[in-house]
């Protein structure tokens, strides 16, 4: 036992002395120069002030709205560090110009409405409006600067010389651009308000800017969201907390650390516990996020049947368009006949005057004149044959008009199986992409078939030269799309065994898989059996302790005289079974943190494996999808 304390007590001092990137080593040296000593001694003491005024500046930002930014020596940080001038860059004597629209009417409103949202949101004591700051007076900028520039120092006040201490306020925190003081003393002019308001504007978003900055992100380099997460603490976090306290009480001439390495298993062992509880409920969302996989895969893909709706609904597009550009052919063909039927009734109508006055003339030469029976017999056999040629001329008239209306029946229906088969061409054609000449396959030729049934002398030969020019075209497309699927079958069985040794890899990582998760369980296992057996043993060296009291107090009871040498097998008994407890709760930690380091590799072997294998299927489904 004891020596069993004495490694134990040895191994807790040298892992507190080897841990240098946990805590410093103290300088064993007593012979060492005083010179090297002060200089050390100078050098931590200043980390320390860093160390505390970067836990200064943490607190003071979650504390306190007017201190954002923690209070500094802002001239010191732009002389030590000339990069961070916020994009400022001077050759020789040559002032950079300021690119922005200074003066641009919308770009002064827009920074104006900016200023003011700041001011209301930040609980500017003064009511401010737009309409105040676009003219505004020299006692409103200087409070409007006051109250933004408070952000970065709190104690600020204006100067009683504002006219030679703003434009340095402005230079010293880095703003790029120069401020006269003569644009000072006339800050409401046209000529100078827009610089003033556009570097008010710039100072206004360096505060945005620090009170949007996390003091987490900054010093323990981590991610937004992981910042939050196991009550605000990362593992950065910790250690620096850990450092920090170790360095004190090395300050302080402490050589032992044990309540802050506690404190810092404990914090350990706490995160480790909160990683198992994420660990599951990750898996967990594995799960429903892959079963939901499963039930999208199963279910038809909308984009197919939306593609093919909007392929019907182009083709009936064209088709209407085509039906309406044949209705206003007809409709001007009506017209055009409207026309000539208008002239011609006009023709007729004047016709038809003269045929009534040569009527009425004949009628008065008829009336006046006079007939012999000879005569009245000769115009009766005239009128009645007259009349037989016109009955005649009648149905001749209307055996005509029959034959002409059948044959006009027999051209339409001949017209709308020409268009039928025009149109099923002109669709066959696009799904082939060779409509329009700009498309995919035409490469410059048109072939579009164009009907046109409107004009009275159809062009013959030039239906002529379509057919000759599309045929010898169409020939060779058919030759390449021949080539072409010969090509894309060949790559296609290539593909499949290509497709086929993945499947098969994919199978063989899936064992290796189940063999990892196996081999998991059986140390989760072994883990839990050593853990039951800690605690039988913890039980019963506290059974052992409670009757070692028990023995304590009957041998009291019996003799006083053996008190001093029963105190003393006491404080060995309890010495021993503390020392018993400790090296228990040592095991159990190494037990503890093999399982830990198990797992983690076992969990990372497991996702870079499952990273491969989505990998792989990824590609084939790429692979497959652009076979397809």
């Given at each position: 036992m004891n020596r069993n304390s004495n490694r134990s007590s040895s191994g807790s001092r040298a892992s507190s002395g080897s841990r240098a990137s946990l805590a410093p080593l103290r300088i064993k040296q007593e012979n060492a120069h005083a010179g090297s000593r002060g200089r050390s001694l100078a050098v931590g003491r200043l980390s320390t002030g860093a160390s505390s005024k970067a836990s200064t500046s943490r607190s003071s930002l979650g504390t306190s709205k007017k201190s954002m930014i923690p209070k500094a020596n802002m001239g010191g940080l732009s002389k030590s560090r000339r990069s961070s001038n916020y994009g400022r860059q001077t050759y020789g004597h040559e002032v950079v110009k300021d690119p922005r629209p200074i003066s641009d009417k919308s770009f002064m409103h827009r920074e104006i409405k900016d200023i003011v949202e700041f001011l209301v949101d930040n609980r500017y004591p003064t009511p401010v409006t737009t309409k105040s700051l676009v003219t505004p007076t020299t006692k409103d900028f200087l409070r409007i600067f006051e109250f933004i520039y408070a952000f970065l120092e709190p104690k600020f006040v204006i100067p009683t010389k504002h006219e030679e201490e703003l434009p340095k306020i402005l230079k010293t925190i880095g703003y790029p651009f120069t401020i006269s003081k003569s644009s000072l003393y006339t800050i409401g002019s046209p000529h100078t308000w827009p610089h003033l308001l556009a570097a008010l504007h710039w100072l206004m978003e360096l505060v945005k800017c620090g009170m949007n900055m996390k003091p987490e992100v900054m010093l323990y380099q981590c991610e937004d969201d992981i910042a939050d997460e196991f009550d605000g603490k990362t593992e950065a976090q910790i250690l620096y907390e850990f450092v920090e306290c170790t360095y004190d009480a090395f300050l302080a001439g402490s050589d032992e650390y044990e309540e802050e390495e506690k404190a810092l298993a404990q914090e350990f062992r706490r995160k480790a516990v909160c990683v198992a509880g994420d660990m599951q409920q990750l898996e967990a969302e594995k799960q429903r996020l892959r079963a939901e996989l499963e039930v999208l895969e199963n279910e038809p893909c909308q984009l197919t049947l939306l593609q093919e709706r909007y392929q019907v609904m182009q083709i009936d597009n064209n088709r209407f368009k085509n039906y309406l550009i044949e209705l206003d052919n007809h409709k001007r063909a009506q017209e055009q006949k409207l026309t000539e039927v208008d002239c011609r009734y006009q023709q007729e109508a004047l016709a038809y005057e003269q045929t009534q006055a040569e009527n009425q003339q004949l009628q008065h030469i008829f009336d006046t004149q006079e007939l012999s029976a000879t005569d009245v017999e000769r115009i009766k056999m005239q009128q009645?044959?007259?009349?037989?040629?016109?009955?005649?001329?009648?149905?001749?008239?209307?055996?005509?008009?029959?034959?002409?209306?059948?044959?006009?029946?027999?051209?339409?229906?001949?017209?709308?199986?020409?268009?039928?088969?025009?149109?099923?061409?002109?669709?066959?054609?696009?799904?082939?992409?060779?409509?329009?000449?700009?498309?995919?396959?035409?490469?410059?030729?048109?072939?579009?078939?164009?009907?046109?049934?409107?004009?009275?002398?159809?062009?013959?030969?030039?239906?002529?030269?379509?057919?000759?020019?599309?045929?010898?075209?169409?020939?060779?497309?058919?030759?390449?799309?021949?080539?072409?699927?010969?090509?894309?079958?060949?790559?296609?069985?290539?593909?499949?065994?290509?497709?086929?040794?993945?499947?098969?890899?994919?199978?063989?990582?899936?064992?290796?898989?189940?063999?990892?998760?196996?081999q998991l369980e059986r140390a989760e296992r072994e883990f839990l059996s050593h853990k039951e057996r800690l605690n039988k043993e913890y039980k019963s060296s506290i059974e052992q302790v409670h009757i070692l009291e028990l023995e304590f107090l009957e041998l009291k009871q019996l003799s006083e005289t053996d008190v001093e040498i029963q105190a003393r097998e006491l404080a060995e008994m309890k010495r021993k079974a503390h020392q018993e407890l400790l090296k228990m709760n040592e095991e159990k930690n190494q037990y503890n943190s093999f399982l830990l380091d198990a797992v983690n590799v076992i969990l990372q072997h497991k996702t870079e494996i499952q990273e491969r294998i989505d990998g792989l299927h990824r590609k084939a489904e790429q692979d497959l999808a652009e076979l397809e």
């Open positions: 009645r044959e007259l009349a037989q040629t016109l009955q005649v001329l009648e149905k001749e008239k209307e055996s005509l008009d029959r034959e002409i209306w059948q044959e006009e029946k027999a051209i339409a229906k001949k017209r709308e199986q020409i268009d039928q088969q025009a149109q099923t061409y002109n669709n066959m054609a696009r799904k082939l992409k060779l409509i329009p000449s700009t498309a995919e396959n035409a490469h410059g030729i048109d072939y579009e078939l164009r009907l046109n049934f409107v004009s009275q002398h159809p062009d013959h030969n030039s239906m002529m030269n379509f057919a000759n020019m599309i045929k010898p075209a169409l020939l060779q497309l058919k030759k390449q799309v021949k080539e072409t699927l010969h090509d894309i079958t060949n790559k296609l069985a290539m593909e499949k065994e290509t497709l086929e040794q993945i499947s098969e890899m994919v199978e063989n990582k899936q064992d290796e898989i189940g063999l990892q998760e196996t």
